[in-house]
């Protein structure tokens, strides 16, 4: 029922949804990069260090950005100090972002956290309204509150439900769109303005410098083949799935900030609604998750709230 409910709501979106040819490439992007989201919960079930996790994946994403500037694959920024300083609250926020996601993932089925983050439209409107000025109408308003209910709804009986993973699933909704309202924010200043790749490299490499001492505190130094031998894990299998849930990982946010330099956050949350629907359905394939009518229904009405957002969206005001 879920798996019906689902396509043909997602198909009704992405075939009647009236969008620039912009926005229209962008949510492509985020349906292939559905695909990208998945091998980082595997990691979880067996390895449940979140913080260590998520410092692996800035890790790996920062020798490729190294790799990427050493081998001249893509030109090297200079950066001033001025715009460090105002690159590093996007930093945190993309840190805590990453970290929040991976804490629910490792408490609750993969995905009951992304049914819970397909709140992000909710968080975006009242963070761009609040950084950005551009505030809503009554109708964008109106449209969001199906998928509020709908995860509501979907909660209720949700078989793999604590509230660690709920809360750390809606700080994630926070803090991920705090950062892209805030990145928005920060690509519009013409003097201080850079292109995505920049951005979110030196993003990367600023996250696991702030990550690194605090995953050592909390969790210690779990990563080491002495460690994992002790656990009787297999120690090739998880290094393997771990490099792979990483590279998946940086793609995925890569060509997450490409789209958010052609279009507003809002938009942006709701391609990720649409990405997150796909991502459900090959998470309780991938992880054979058991999934109530009552699941099915709330993450069918979240869809119909995306589909009428994106309705409202289309439709340009009258000119005088």
Avoid at 17 to 32: A, D, I, N, T, W
Avoid at 204 to 222: D, H, N, Q, R, Y
């Amino acid at each position: 029922m879920l798996l019906k409910i689902i396509l043909v709501e997602s198909s009704i979106i992405l075939m009647e949804v009236k969008m620039e040819p912009g926005e229209q490439f962008s949510f492509s992007l985020l349906l292939y990069a559905m695909i990208l989201a998945v091998p980082p919960a595997a990691v979880l079930k067996v390895f449940p260090y979140p913080v260590t996790v998520t410092l692996v994946q800035f890790a790996v994403g920062t020798v490729l950005v190294m790799i990427m500037w050493t081998f001249n694959l893509y030109k090297r920024p200079k950066i001033s100090g001025a715009q460090l300083a105002a690159i590093l609250p996007l930093a945190l926020v993309h840190t805590l972002g990453n970290l929040f996601t991976n804490m629910s993932l490792g408490k609750v089925a993969v995905s009951f956290t992304h049914t819970i983050k397909a709140m992000e439209p909710f968080f975006s409107v009242v963070l761009s309204a609040m950084f950005l000025g551009e505030f809503p109408s009554i109708w964008v308003v109106s449209s969001l509150l199906p998928i509020v209910g709908g995860v509501g709804l979907a909660s209720m009986t949700e078989a793999s439900f604590n509230w660690a993973g709920f809360w750390s699933a809606m700080a994630s909704n926070l803090t991920n769109q705090s950062r892209n309202v805030l990145s928005k924010k920060f690509m519009v200043k013409k003097e201080e303005s850079l292109d995505n790749i920049t951005l979110f490299s030196i993003i990367t490499i600023m996250s696991f410098i702030l990550l690194a001492p605090a995953a050592i505190f909390m969790e210690g130094v779990k990563f080491t083949p002495t460690y994992l031998q002790s656990t009787g894990l297999n120690i090739r299998q998880l290094y393997t799935r771990s490099l792979l849930a990483a590279l998946c990982f940086h793609a995925y946010q890569q060509v997450s900030y490409m789209i958010l330099q052609r279009v507003s956050p809002v938009t942006h949350s709701v391609g990720n609604c649409v990405k997150r629907v796909v991502v459900i359905v090959t998470s309780v394939l991938f992880f054979r998750t058991t999934v109530t009518s009552i699941n099915a229904l709330g993450t069918g009405i979240a869809l119909a709230g995306v589909f009428l957002y994106s309705r409202v969206k289309s439709i340009k005001p009258k000119t005088a």
